[in-house]
């Protein structure tokens, strides 16, 4: 019995130790560091790894964005139609672009919170800063080419039965 307290005991100090070294130790101390782990000099991510370099590029923020502005894991951070000629003009969204592109090359097709593509987000910034006013609470969706998708599947099985229908008659 007493052994297994001494082991124990032995367990905690070995934890204890390293948890200090933990706290003292610096690893993200140094520009070689930041260098090495930067988002986007990872290539073939594994997927902890792509959300972990989606999160160091949102870490990069600008003083040309006010917080409220600051492109979070939420989604669209919601720019108000009197605030637009500040956003787009100031600098804030060529900042969340470039987020955004960092985001894009990281992983494709990430989803934020509130179910946006990243270029769901790049289109309503784009569109906004056109025409100079931004869709209350929501972004605006990209035209959705699923109609082009159904009318070329379309073509095929209209082709396929004129195909089989000339074939058969042609065969007789």
Partial sequence: MEKSWSCR????????????SLLICRTN??????EKYHPLKNVNLSPFMQYLSIYQCMLNVSD???SEYTLTEKGWPN??????????????????????ECIFLVKQDYKFGDKNSVQDLNYTIRQGCIYGS???????????????VSGRAGFGV???VVSAVLMAYFHM
């Fill in 64 to 66: 040309k964005c006010q």
């Fill in 158 to 160: 209209v082709f396929s």
């Fill in 29 to 34: 101390a140094d520009e070689a560091y930041d």
């Fill in 9 to 20: 005991g032995g367990v905690w100090l070995f934890c204890g130790i390293f948890m200090l």
């Fill in 79 to 100: 720019v108000t139609n009197s605030d637009a000629n500040t956003f787009c003009n100031q600098g804030c969204a060529n900042h969340t672009m470039d987020v955004l």
């Fill in 134 to 148: 931004f869709p209350p609470n929501a972004t605006i969706k990209l035209p959705s080419s699923a109609m082009r």
